[in-house]
């Protein structure tokens, strides 16, 4: 037989087995459907299989994949970007590049007539989406919104590998922040809250924890049922009966080990869930000594977990344990919405040892004792990342209906940290802070000046519907900036809301901090937005409230801005207010009137570094309390106001909503407090203010109405005339010092680690007092 005829026989019986395989995985080319999120995709010509691989034309995913395409005519290169992600691969070659590195591939782009035709799972699964094919339907879906899975460990180390420079960012932008920070000036870490409920409970005579958001619970250190006091104290849990006020006692107490430490309480009418930090410690083996060097011992490897353990509350005095779960990492925060619980948590990767390494488990476990006592786990097929903010972290988030057990608890995790967390009654929503670096290009210009990079921070926006113990990712979004914390966002009819400062305080030219709102639609894209708000402040609390928000800035001056959002397409500024100080919580006391608790600013000027400037430093000194008007939304107004103390003055209210008692029906506003006084001269011999020695710890209690202001009622403290004595000049984390205030009926409780104390809410004449045990 002539050599060609062999030749193409042998071709021709190749090319058969190619398509007979190709069968085996995928139906006629002409059959195939395709869906991307669920939608079905119409193509101009059918697809056709090369090499067992789906081709169609480029035209038609590019739109439904959200693809950025080029072409380079000369070189016949075709570009495709999504995200940070770049793909080239060239007409008829089978090497492509993806972000600067060669991969192979099995079926190359090529001409069919005028139709580009290109490799679909190729590229799907190369620009991080997921790619599932269902035999029975004979369907390739693809999840173009879906975040990406993590396949491997070497898939783990190359997204870590690649993400090196931007973490390198974020530490260069944390060392600078701590660099520019001066000794006297406002320094602490601003908290702000947009709280819906209002500490009180309509329908029942108790108050409950001053909540975020209306129908999200959060986790506390004291929760109450009207008739039990539950207590975070130290490493035990503690139930007292509370009524009758003049009988309390304690009920229970519960002790945990060494290695676990209580942080946080649920409660509902049938289960009490305490959730806190435990530790393994996991010593590593000694290191032989020999003749040159002595024995080393090696660090103990902790390995850290967020544990909950769940009782059923038939009988307080015996509780009964009836469930135990467990994440690995720190815990971060938590939600219960009606009897589904969501914990987070983030677990630190080693990076090193990653990088070092060929193989190590490095995946995150957990434990749900209603479906096995061993850890589990997850496999990195079971593992999506965050494609913008790839840290050498899990974020891990469990979920739970407590009602139903058996079901077992569904974990999820996440290459990327979780910063900030913000929850709706039906979404959750991740913030993370992404870095990238900007070269200046006007010094670039400047061919002796060596090019100034900057560091641009954005913050990416991971959307998450939550269903009765259900999570599933909807989509992303990214604004400029970064956040305050959880309280800069806020859902309203639809629409995310969120509040960021870009640029840096102590810069005085175009990249000086400037504040924002941006209003992100259903699939989280900008429908509307305020830039460059007060620039050279940064925000200090903001509070959304309907179809307003109210932003708080600061330098040296206290401006409150209103702000309308009723449009989102179009938000405007509608009025401003400055005045000295600041507020770092503001407080919903109707839809005209809002409480504003910080603190009070005294300016001074001094020389600058430059000797013949005067710059102008603003000093906090005592704790500032005040109720605004703004029914007139055009000029805003400061009704009362009240200075609590000197220098030194602090309440856990300043950074920690849940602290706050608030009940308007009651006239009732209670919060703990640490009061320093300064005797004689307020100032120093060098005009610099001083601080305070402590005079008073404990609760302030007011009565605050529309009329006469804040009216204060009366002060409960649980220090000793003694301890007052021996205080000293300064104070300390004392266990008596109260934590927080409730009312039950007409009774106000104040608790603290050592005891708790009922006063009549009337007159404040106290009724009982009770140890706590130690």
């Not at 539950?230 to 945990?256: F, G, L």
């Not at 804040?710 to 004595?725: N, W």
């Amino acid at each position: 037989m002539p050599k060609t005829k062999k030749l193409l026989i042998t071709g021709i019986i190749i090319t058969s087995l190619i398509f007979i395989f190709a069968a085996t995985i995928y139906a006629s080319p002409t059959k195939i459907k395709l869906t991307v999120d669920g939608k079905v995709i119409s193509l101009s010509i059918p697809p056709e299989l090369v090499n067992g691989k789906v081709m169609v034309p480029l035209k038609d995913i590019t739109e439904p994949l959200k693809l950025q395409v080029d072409y380079n005519q000369e070189q016949e290169i075709l570009i495709i970007t999504k995200g940070d992600i770049k793909l080239e691969m060239g007409l008829n070659q089978t090497t492509a590049v993806k972000n600067g590195k060669n991969i192979t591939l099995d079926a190359p782009p090529f001409l069919n007539k005028d139709k580009l035709m290109v490799p679909l799972e190729f590229i799907s699964n190369n620009l991080g989406m997921n790619v599932n094919w269902n035999e029975k339907t004979q369907t390739l879906s693809i999840e173009a919104k879906g975040l990406p899975v993590l396949k491997s460990f070497e898939h783990l180390k190359e997204l870590l590998e690649n993400s090196q420079n931007q973490n390198m960012n974020f530490f260069r932008r944390l060392t600078k922040d701590l660099a520019v920070m001066e000794d006297g000036a406002i320094q602490k870490e601003k908290v702000s809250a947009n709280q819906a409920a209002l500490g009180a409970d309509s329908k029942n005579s108790y108050s409950t924890t001053n909540l975020q958001v209306q129908g999200v619970d959060e986790g506390d250190i004291i929760k109450t049922d009207g008739q039990y006091i539950y207590h975070v104290s130290n490493q035990q849990v503690v139930i007292t009966k509370a009524q009758p006020a003049n009988e309390m006692k304690v009920v229970k107490t519960i002790k945990y080990g060494e290695n676990f430490y209580p942080q946080e309480l649920y409660i509902d009418n049938k289960y009490l869930v305490v959730i806190g930090s435990n530790y393994h410690n996991q010593p590593r083996p000694i290191i032989a000594k020999d003749s040159a060097n002595p024995e080393i011992y090696p660090p103990i490897h902790v390995e850290n977990t967020v544990k909950a353990f769940i009782y059923e509350l038939n009988d307080r005095s015996n509780l009964e344990l009836v469930r135990e779960i467990e994440l690995e990492g720190n815990y971060i925060s938590s939600r219960k919405i009606d009897s589904a619980l969501y914990l987070v948590s983030n677990k630190y990767l080693d990076y090193y040892r990653i990088m070092k390494e060929d193989n190590i488990s490095s995946t995150p476990a957990y434990r749900d004792s209603a479906v096995n006592q061993d850890f589990a786990a997850l496999d990195y097929t079971d593992i999506r990342y965050f494609p913008e903010c790839i840290q050498p972290n899990y974020l891990i988030v469990a979920e739970l209906d407590l009602k139903e057990p058996a079901k077992g608890m569904q974990v999820s995790s996440y290459l990327g940290a979780g910063e900030n967390i913000y929850a709706s009654p039906n979404n959750l929503y991740v913030a993370l802070t992404k870095y990238s670096t900007e070269k200046n290009k006007a010094e670039n210009m400047q061919k002796l000046i060596l090019p100034r990079s900057e560091t641009k921070a954005e913050t990416v926006i991971y959307k998450f519907a939550l269903d009765q113990g259900q999570i599933k990712y909807q989509q992303q979004g990214i604004v400029p900036g970064t956040i305050l914390n959880q309280f800069s966002m806020d859902e309203h009819k639809g629409y995310f809301r969120i509040a960021t400062t870009k640029g840096e305080i102590w810069q005085n030219d175009e990249n000086t901090s400037k504040n924002n709102i941006y209003i992100l639609d259903n699939e989280l894209n900008i429908k509307g937005k305020i830039e460059d708000i007060a620039p050279g402040e940064r925000i200090y609390s903001v509070r959304f409230m309907g179809d307003r928000a109210y932003m708080v800035t600061f330098k040296t001056v206290d401006p409150l801005f209103v702000l309308d959002l009723k449009d989102p397409a179009s938000p405007k500024i509608l009025g401003a207010l400055k005045i000295p100080g600041y507020s770092d919580y503001l407080h919903p006391y109707d839809e005209n009137h809002i409480i504003g608790f910080g603190k009070d600013t005294i300016e001074l000027s001094q020389k600058g570094n430059k000797g013949n400037e005067v710059e102008t430093t603003a000093f906090y000194q005592g704790m500032k309390i005040a109720l605004f008007d703004v029914s007139n939304v055009e000029k805003p107004i400061e009704m009362f106001k009240e200075v609590i103390g000197d220098r030194g003055t602090d309440s856990e209210v300043l950074n920690n909503h849940k602290a706050l008692l608030f009940a308007k029906d009651k006239n009732l506003l209670a919060f703990p407090i640490t009061v320093m006084e300064v005797k004689g001269s307020k100032v120093d011999p060098n005009g610099f203010p001083k601080y305070g020695e402590l005079t008073f710890q404990g609760a302030y209690v007011y009565n605050l109405d529309l009329e006469k202001g804040f009216i204060l009622k009366g002060k409960i403290s649980h220090l000793t005339d003694e301890q007052y004595l021996k205080s000293g000049q300064g104070w300390y984390n004392s266990d008596r010092n109260i934590q927080r205030i409730i009312y039950i009926n007409n009774n106000l409780y104040t608790i603290s680690n050592a005891l708790i104390k009922a006063n009549d809410l009337t007159n404040l004449r106290e009724i009982g007092t009770v140890s706590l045990p130690q």
